[in-house]
């Protein structure tokens, strides 16, 4: 008999279980667009909910208040983090992101290379056009043939409006 994955099983990998905890600062860093080193109540519930967390209002405001150990309008980096480590189920809950990434970041040091992206994806059954070749070169800020997990997250916050 085959083994048939659940959707849930799907995002059972967490390369943000690394050692510098490299994934998660990455998220923290695409929200924090004024690099102020803080998200506000607005921007980490729409992290979250971009990163995957199916909580309605009322758990985020929960959610935000645990992770907010100073009790201010702002959440930390290390707040932040540390919430996530702590919470299994949330960091499953949120993974959509760096298991997407994951796969193409074969070092899981939160940089992906931009022949590796287009490898994986032919194998994974899409063309990898002219238009997607200059999204990865325009992505590619520093022109060194490395995507960072921070601006291919970035990218997406923008495209899909979580980003104001």
């Known amino acids: 008999m085959g083994h048939s994955e659940s959707k849930n099983d799907t995002y059972a990998y967490h390369p943000a279980k690394t050692e510098d905890n ?19 109540r607005k921007e980490i ?10 909580g309605d209002y009322d758990r985020v405001e929960v959610l935000f208040r645990a992770i907010n150990n100073n009790r201010s309008e702002h959440v930390t980096m290390d707040e932040y983090i540390a919430v996530l480590e702590h919470n299994p189920d949330l960091m499953k809950r949120t993974s959509r992101m760096r298991v997407i990434f994951g796969t193409f970041d074969d070092n899981k040091n939160g940089f992906a ?52």
């Open 22 to 40: 490299v994934y998660l600062r990455s998220e923290f860093r695409a929200m924090d667009t004024d690099a102020d080193g803080t998200l506000n």
């Open 45 to 54: 519930t729409r992290l979250l909910m971009f990163l995957g967390y199916d």
């Open 113 to 164: 290379d931009k022949s590796v992206i287009g490898m994986r994806l032919k194998q994974m059954g899409y063309e990898v056009n002219e238009a997607m070749k200059k999204k990865f070169d325009d992505l590619d800020e520093n022109k060194d043939g490395q995507i960072s997990y921070v601006k291919f997250l970035r990218n997406h916050l923008e495209i899909k409006g979580f980003l104001s």
